[in-house]
């Protein structure tokens, strides 16, 4: 018996964190050997970070995972997580020039509260499933993101 494909949202899909990821999703490592997966691939709406996310469903499509379902690019968090039943916040802001540690940890704070307000559709788009699992990378930044929900 065939199960349904679990649909799986991946932020910042393209960096290095979300990429050692998404192939172990795909061959089923992750979820299961038997368990079909459709990926729904979050990045910056960034020329060069959504050119590298095409890159990386290239290789993904090259490898021809079986379980593979599908798999689809967004720059919009709310569009990336519909209907997800689970969502990986793996992302972390790219390191400028004048990287500063606590002004980063601030932006990353901002940006997993806002990314918890669009997997819960509190931004006015349609949520993840009622049901749907969420994995933040930092613990240190999961209070900020439940802060921003509650």
């Known amino acids: 018996m065939t199960q349904a494909p679990v649909r799986v949202a991946v932020t910042g899909a393209a960096g290095q964190i979300g990429y050692a990821l998404l192939f172990r999703i795909a061959s089923g490592e992750t979820l299961g ?6 990926l729904q691939l979050l990045e910056i709406p960034d020329e060069k970070a959504q050119k590298a996310l095409r890159g990386v469903m290239m290789e993904l499509e090259d490898c021809a995972f079986p379980l593979l379902a599908g798999m689809q690019a967004y720059s919009d968090p709310i569009a990336a997580f519909k209907d997800t039943e689970i969502a990986l916040l793996v992302g972390a802001r790219p390191r400028g020039p004048d ?3 606590a002004g980063a940890v601030l932006a990353m704070r901002r940006q997993y509260g806002g ?3 669009a997997l819960l559709g509190h931004h006015g788009g349609l949520p993840a499933l009622a049901d749907a699992k969420a994995l933040l990378e930092d613990p240190a930044l999961r209070s ?6 509650a």
């Open 33 to 38: 050997k038997d368990q079909p997966v459709i």
């Open 144 to 149: 900020q993101a439940e802060t921003a929900i």
């Open 115 to 117: 990314l918890a307000l």
């Open 99 to 101: 990287h500063k540690a």
